[in-house]
């Protein structure tokens, strides 16, 4: 017996298998299309980095190369430097310039107005700082600091630094029988008053120095306190004798306004207050130097901290520091010679950077209690 369909159904289930395959053309089409469209945009997306300068700074700006940066790497820190936009238009172009093996480590400066072929073509050209390193040592870095912000720039050893310049916060001479940091006070005169017991702490200028890659790290100790010298002029020393000072109780004065407060005003202020406590015989009682004594501020200061037996305790002794605490910049250098008078005898600096003066201990608690 043979089964007969009607034409009605045959028609409704050649319409349901029709509507159960997938229409291949159709989807093909739709992907190719929103391929195209992504296509164009990012060739419009790369064209508009290369061929546009993205910089997000105004005239010219030096940017470090370390040695060993591959084209990713220096494409994120010229990202970050805000020389380009993108880290991977760079890595694209620089690769289908066949040019990402070729760039160079070095120092180079770069303007507002460069384009990434330009850029690219410096980076391929070498800098004419190519064969030199930029080093930055900011206002109040202590020797802790700076050794190991060189050991971190390649220039060698924090241990080899210290070892020239001074260990931080350490007490030569007596129990401690470290070898002395080195004696340059056969080249800079001013070095003979600073004691033997002490390192290059407070001499160590802040500033910018270019050096070459194959600098000794005793070079580069030397450099910093020629800056000194040069710095703080024969005219500023002039200054500190009439007042029958010394320019090491000054750096010392200096080292600690420069980590206490910001501005000039209120430097001149804490250096007059500084020099007025240690005329009255009160311990200075900088909370900076017991920060140097530890070594980090990561934790709030405690009771027991001002117990710290070291001679850069300004809590537990009365009297100047051993040493200076950091490397003061000529803005707190100028506010330990050229002090504010005032009435007051106490301050605190709350974390918002404002400084409140008292004249008296019980109106110095209450700040404390209101403040901080």
Not at 213 to 224: F, N
Request: proline share 5%; glycine share 8%; with cysteine.
């Amino acid at each position: 017996m043979v089964d007969v369909i009607s034409s009605d159904t045959q028609d409704r289930m050649r319409q349901n298998e029709e509507g159960k395959q997938p229409r291949p053309r159709f989807f093909i089409r739709r992907v190719l299309l929103v391929a195209c469209l992504l296509s164009l945009v990012a060739i419009a997306w790369f064209i508009f980095e290369v061929c546009f300068p993205h910089t997000t700074f105004s005239g010219t700006k030096q940017i470090e190369v370390p040695q060993g940066f591959g084209s990713r790497q220096i494409g994120a820190l010229l990202r970050d430097e805000g020389v380009i936009q993108s880290k991977w238009a760079f890595v694209v172009y620089a690769t289908i310039r066949n040019q990402a093996s070729s760039l160079k480590p070095g120092t180079f400066e770069f303007s507002a107005s460069l384009r990434l072929p330009e850029i690219l073509s410096t980076l391929v050209a070498g800098g004419p700082y190519s064969n030199e390193r930029v080093l930055t040592i900011p206002e109040g870095w202590n020797l802790r600091d700076i050794g190991l912000y060189l050991e971190k720039s390649g220039v060698g050893s924090a241990e080899d630094f210290w070892r020239i310049a001074g260990y931080p916060a350490r007490v030569y001479g007596g129990r401690n029988a470290d070898p002395l940091p080195q004696d340059f006070s056969g080249e800079f005169s001013f070095l003979e008053e600073k004691p033997r017991t002490v390192g290059l702490e407070g001499y160590l200028f802040p500033d910018t120095y270019r050096v070459f890659r194959t600098v000794t790290m005793e070079d580069v100790v030397q450099k910093m306190v020629a800056n000194f010298d040069r710095r703080v002029d024969a005219g500023i020393r002039s200054d500190i004798l009439r007042q029958k000072k010394t320019l090491f109780q000054v750096l010392m004065i200096a080292s600690l306004v420069e980590k206490e407060v910001t501005s000039g005003k209120d430097r001149a202020l804490v250096a007059g207050i500084l020099w007025k406590r240690l005329e009255l015989g009160i311990p200075l009682q900088v909370d900076a130097s017991l920060v140097y004594i530890r070594g980090h501020n990561d934790t709030a200061l405690t009771n027991q901290d001002k117990m710290i037996s070291s001679s850069y305790n300004t809590y537990a002794n009365k009297g100047y520091p051993i040493g200076p605490i950091s490397n003061p910049g000529l803005s707190a250098i100028k506010a330990a010679i050229y002090p504010a008078a005032s009435s007051y005898l106490y301050y605190l600096t709350p974390k918002d950077g404002t400084v409140i003066y008292s004249r008296t201990l019980e109106e110095h608690n209450k700040a404390k209690a209101l403040y901080l």
